[in-house]
Each structure stands twice: as structure tokens, then as C-alpha cells.
């Protein structure tokens, strides 16, 4: 008996349809898994360029200072609190800019420097510099050794006797000194500071204690320390 060959029967088209869907299922599972993927690593590229941007944002904005005896304009903006390194240091810029005003202004010992005397660019340059116009009429007072003459006189009964001062309108600047930190308050931090100068041709000193705003590094206080010798 010959043996009945059996005649494969054809497979199902929802086989090959079922194969297909499925196929198609897991390309596209993986083409979301990627697309997933590419998007989160986007977004974190996004963040940590934000982060370097905000970095280099601060770092420009901050405070830049030069040495304590140098003539130092760069003023003050509001930032985040100072160290007291820095702050130290703004206290140079806010002593310059003061004697520099002296000048400008011709200001004396025991003379008030008000608003209506100055420039609007002055009046931008004390802000920048010192709390208030006060505060700069309590630095002018502490350290102008200048007089209208050029000279003063000591004594008393007839007997006076003149010695040279230098003249209103001339120049000062730093030549040494030292500053050192002495405390703090809420505000400011709090420097006693011998204040070594020359007005014009003539040098002085004065020690003096100096309050500094921890924000802005503006002068705030200025107080005369004991007896002063010029």
C-alpha cells in the first residue's frame, strides 16, 4: 500500500498579519525608547549649560578689587555678601573716591559738603561709595587737614604762631596704612585703621574705626580713634 502523502496546508494570512503588527510594535517600542533617550539627554545638556552660563553670569558680576594704596574707581553694586578680604578692599575704593571729592569740592575741617553743590555724576559716585552724603561729611571731617591760606596757627595771648598747612583744593592720596578686622555688626563688618596720606605736599596720619557694608562694601560709619598726631 502506498503511502498517502499528506499536502501541506497553506499557513494563515493573520499569521503573517499577527508577525507584521508585532514587528512593527517593537520597532516602534524601541524607536520611543531612543527617542526618550535623546530627549532627556537634551535636556540635561540644556540644564548644565544653564548652570555653566549662570557660573560665568556670577563670576563676571563679581566684585574686582585692586591693591588698598591704589586709586580704585570700579565702585560698588548690590551683590551677594562680601568676605572680608574684599571688604577690606572696597574700603580702599570708598577712601579714595572720598579724598577725591575733598578735592573736587574744595572742601575744610568743620565744613558740610550738601547735595546742591555737587554734579549729578557726583551725586551717583557718593552712593556708590558711601552710605550717605553724612558719612562722607564725617570722613571729610576726620582726615581734611587743609585750610583756606595754606597755613594755621597755634597758641594763644597774642603769641600765635603759623605753620603751613596744604591748601584748599589740593590733592590727597594714600601713600600706607593698615587695616585690620575688628568685629562685626548685622550690617557691616567693622575695621580699625591707621590712615597714612598726603594732602598736597604735607603728610598725615589718623587711625580711625571704619564700618563697611557687607553688601554693597559702601562706607557706612566713620569714628576718630583716641588722640590724633599729624
Not at 591704589?70 to 577690606?88: C, F, M, P, V, W
Not at 550690617?187 to 585703621?193: G, K, L, S, T
Request: proline share 2%.
Amino acid at each position: 500500500m502506498k503511502r498517502q502523502q499528506k499536502q501541506k496546508e497553506p499557513k494563515s494570512p493573520l499569521l503573517y498579519f499577527g508577525i507584521a503588527i508585532g514587528c512593527v510594535v517593537i520597532f516602534g517600542i524601541i524607536a520611543l525608547g531612543i527617542n526618550s533617550y535623546r530627549n532627556s539627554q537634551a535636556q540635561k545638556a540644556k540644564q548644565e549649560e544653564q548652570v555653566r552660563q549662570e557660573k560665568i553670569r556670577k563670576e563676571k558680576a563679581r566684585p574686582k578689587f585692586k591693591a588698598y594704596q591704589a586709586q580704585d574707581n570700579s565702585g560698588s553694586d548690590k551683590s551677594e555678601q562680601l568676605t572680608k578680604k574684599q571688604a577690606t578692599k572696597r574700603l580702599s575704593a570708598d577712601i579714595n573716591y572720598g579724598f577725591k571729592l575733598m578735592q573736587q569740592t574744595d572742601a575744610l575741617v568743620g565744613t558740610k559738603i550738601t547735595q546742591k553743590q555737587l554734579s549729578t555724576a557726583q551725586r551717583k559716585n557718593v552712593a556708590k561709595y558711601f552710605d550717605s552724603l553724612t558719612v562722607f561729611n564725617s570722613f571729610n571731617q576726620a582726615t581734611n587737614i587743609s585750610t583756606a591760606s595754606g597755613q594755621n596757627f597755634y597758641g594763644q595771648n597774642g603769641h600765635n604762631k603759623t605753620y603751613k598747612t596744604s591748601k584748599q583744593g589740593d590733592p590727597y592720596r594714600v601713600t600706607g596704612g593698615s587695616v585690620e578686622y575688628n568685629g562685626s555688626s548685622y550690617n557691616d563688618y567693622i575695621f580699625d585703621v591707621l590712615l597714612q596720606y598726603k594732602a598736597g605736599a604735607y603728610s598725615s596720619k589718623r587711625w580711625l574705626t571704619i564700618y563697611v557694608d557687607k553688601s554693597t562694601g559702601v562706607m557706612t560709619q566713620v569714628k576718630m580713634k583716641g588722640n590724633q598726631n599729624e
